[in-house]
């Protein structure tokens, strides 16, 4: 079964400065797709950014980026310019390439300081 | 553009009473989902469908029914309710078996059993 593990249960930035949030996943699908999604207190799950494994170059979406390392099964978020609207839970989330099930990490509960 | 809605947004059950949680979509999605997400963790699938007249479960069904009688209606059903059931409970939907394609998670129904 797949897996989806997110080490940092909480992390903090500085408005306007940069953070990395981690995601690592566990699979034997060659061909599968992660997903990144925030959390606010709201409790909406807002889509941030998605990535296809067959595609090596890393998804960006503004102020948000991906490091997808496929080798090391591992796929962060960078939020630059980080803004107090940010803060959120974020959740990974991986789908493999017949299934229609996302299966989620964690969670990482980001603090934007002002 | 209503989206993914679900009624109610909070309840509280006694043990044993049943209940049945509504989600409704109106973007024509024939792939529904429900996710129950307990305190500090990540969303886990109760049950799913890939249309009308077709539900299957997820990782977590037990205590849980669902049925799927028109594309825009999932309801989750509790029987017996329990307190290993108090969650926050999401509906979501997506276009087709597309794995890229994201899904649109409703708001969020929050559940206690006392």
């Known amino acids: 079964a797949q897996t989806v593990t997110q080490s940092q249960p909480e992390m903090s930035v500085q408005e306007a400065e940069t953070v990395t949030l981690s995601c690592t996943y566990d699979?034997?699908?060659?061909?599968?797709?992660l997903f990144w999604y925030k959390q606010p207190p709201s409790r909406q799950m807002i889509l941030v950014i998605r990535?296809?494994?067959?595609?090596?170059q890393n998804a960006t979406e503004n102020r948000f980026s991906v490091n997808f390392q496929k080798a090391a099964k591992s796929f962060s978020l960078k939020i630059s310019d980080s803004q107090l609207g940010d803060a959120a839970m974020y959740f990974c989330?991986?789908?493999?390439?017949?299934?229609?099930?996302?299966?989620f990490g964690a969670g990482t509960i980001l603090r934007v300081k002002s | 553009n209503a989206g993914v809605t679900q009624t109610p947004k909070f309840r509280i059950l006694k043990i044993g009473q049943s209940m049945t949680l509504q989600c409704t979509q109106d973007?024509?999605?024939?792939?529904m989902y429900w996710y129950r997400q307990d305190p500090g963790m990540g969303l886990k699938l109760i049950y799913y469908?890939?249309?009308?007249?077709?539900?299957d479960k997820g990782e977590v069904p037990n205590g849980y029914n669902v049925s799927r009688s028109t594309t825009e209606d999932f309801p989750l059903r509790l029987e017996l309710a329990a307190p290993s059931q108090t969650s926050v409970y999401f509906c979501?939907?997506?276009?087709?078996?597309?794995?890229?394609?994201?899904?649109?998670f409703g708001d969020g129904t929050r559940l206690s059993i006392l």
């Open positions: 979501a939907s997506s276009w087709d078996r597309t794995p890229n394609q994201p899904q649109h």
């Open positions: 989330a991986y789908r493999g390439p017949y299934g229609n099930k996302l299966v």
């Open positions: 699979t034997s699908e060659s061909d599968y797709y």
């Open positions: 469908s890939v249309g009308a007249g077709i539900t």
């Open positions: 990535q296809e494994a067959y595609k090596q």
């Open positions: 973007m024509n999605h024939n792939y």
